[in-house]
């Protein structure tokens, strides 16, 4: 049977090691994607690393008014925003018509056939490179709801606790959020019809 | 239900949050709205879209990794945290351990030495104008026999010795 989240943060509140290893276990690959998505970091797992640290160091201050996700998700968050504002200033801007940065190098960017083969479509390096790059032109607020909703699969309310803003600014900032992000990608989005 | 408000709900609307009268409603708005049912359609493509994204999985040194680094951390945050200001300065520059008593001791002995220095020149007696090194008496003597000297020497300079005479006599009454 799963042990509660609330009781092995107990445990790691007296030093118990195995108990957060549990946890670590538990919300690595939630954590992994979300700092992966906010930042693009390729050192993402090193950042990810950097939320499991604080999150244990801060451990003896959580006091269970929120759950221990909505907690680490928190943490996360400001791990990235304080990286992605460090890091802002040796970005470099991007057109959409540029070629896209894949991990076997530059490939130009094509509009897909979504009307051919969807999947395989979707599937690709390209697309996905290109998804990435522009959830990176979103500002902060827009993106980290965008991230928590529709990568993560966050309710509502648990990104209104995570982020600390009200449910009706979640909303408004994921409408906003789909918004600029269909107008930037809207070839891609129309030629899914 | 205008269209302002159908857009407020369309992210609920997608996601099928709404209440079965509030979806209802909307569904019904979009029937005789294209704009705002293109922009639902364009909304719900968005979010299909940002979801090719795929999942990553943390390598497999990666609780390993944790387990190095964690120790680290915590032992780094348990450290007593230095003063601020003049003590601070001070506990930072002040050496630690026996073997840096003499970097200590040296610059202690300098000061010191400094001290007692300063000390003694301030004591010592001082000779000041006021305090002639010889008599009066004894440099007059001095004076006229250099003259005495000198007049010996350039006979036509002589009468210098009435005018040293008397000024030597002024100089006396001026006091």
Known sequence: MEVADLLLVERCKQDDTDAYEVLVDRYRNKILNYVARFSGAADAEDLTQEVFIKAYLAIRKFQGKSSFQTWLYRIANNVCVDRYRRSSRDRIAYSLDDPVETEDGEVAREIPDWSGDPEGVAQSRELQALVQQTLLTLSDKLRSVVILHDLEGMPYDEIAETLQIPVGTVKSRLFNARMELRNKLRPYVEGQG | ?175
């Open chain 2, 1 to 175: 239900m205008h269209c302002g408000k159908v857009r407020k709900l369309l992210a609920d609307y997608a996601d099928e949050t709404l209440s079965m009268r509030a979806e209802e409603q909307v569904r019904r708005h979009m029937e005789g709205c294209r704009r705002c049912a293109g922009l639902a359609e364009g909304l719900a493509r968005t979010a299909a879209l940002v979801r090719v994204l795929p999942r990553l999985e943390t390598s497999p040194e990666f609780v390993r990794n944790l387990r190095r680094h964690l120790p680290v951390a915590v032992a780094l945050s348990r450290r007593t945290p230095e003063p601020a200001g003049v003590r601070g300065w001070l506990s930072r520059h002040t050496p630690r351990g026996r073997q840096h008593y003499g970097l200590v001791l040296a610059p202690l002995a300098l000061a010191v030495a400094l001290l007692v220095y300063a000390w003694s020149i301030r004591t010592a007696p001082l000779v000041t104008a006021s305090e002639p090194v010889i008599s009066e008496t004894a440099y007059l003597a001095a004076v006229a026999r250099e003259h005495a000297l000198y007049a010996s020497e350039h006979p036509l300079m002589d009468t210098s010795a009435a005018n040293l005479s008397v000024t030597l006599v002024s100089a006396r009454k001026d006091r």
